[in-house]
């Protein structure tokens, strides 16, 4: 069982940054995807951004790229996402997610993920 918990969400205004973080605890695997996805009320949730450790290859949306980058800290058991550059459209809940196979991370699809956190809200006002 994998527990994440993300932090780092924030109200800012068009053209800010914000960071957002994911620790995990309870992976005993040394090769594994994580990845961050959002959810906006009334949409699916879609995929941001997704690592897969081990590998180190990352996958982002087109929506996001040469805006956010996806870092982890595996000393610390945590997982980054540096928003730059936001717009009003990546207003959502941000999830952390964390899947056992690789194609989890190549996909971005959220049903590829076995567990989640409990998402911490990003507000962007224009």
């Known amino acids: 069982q994998v527990q994440l918990v993300e932090s780092g969400g924030g109200s800012v205004q068009a053209g800010g940054s914000l960071r957002l973080s994911c620790t995990a605890s309870?992976?005993?695997?040394?090769?594994?995807?994580m990845g961050w996805f959002r959810q906006a009320p009334g949409k699916e949730r879609e995929g941001v951004a997704t690592?897969?450790?081990?590998?180190?290859?990352?996958v982002y949306a087109d929506s996001v790229k040469g805006r956010f980058t996806i870092s982890p800290d595996n000393a610390k058991n945590t997982l980054y996402l540096q928003m730059n550059s936001l717009k009003p459209e990546d207003a959502a809940m941000y999830y952390c997610?964390?899947?056992?196979?690789?194609?989890?991370?190549?996909?971005?699809?959220?049903?590829?993920?076995?567990?989640w956190g409990q998402g911490t809200q990003v507000t962007v006002s224009s």
């Open positions: 997610g964390w899947s056992r196979r690789s194609l989890g991370c190549a996909s971005l699809k959220a049903a590829e993920f076995s567990f």
């Open positions: 309870g992976n005993t695997y040394s090769s594994y995807c």
């Open positions: 690592i897969y450790i081990g590998g180190a290859w990352t």
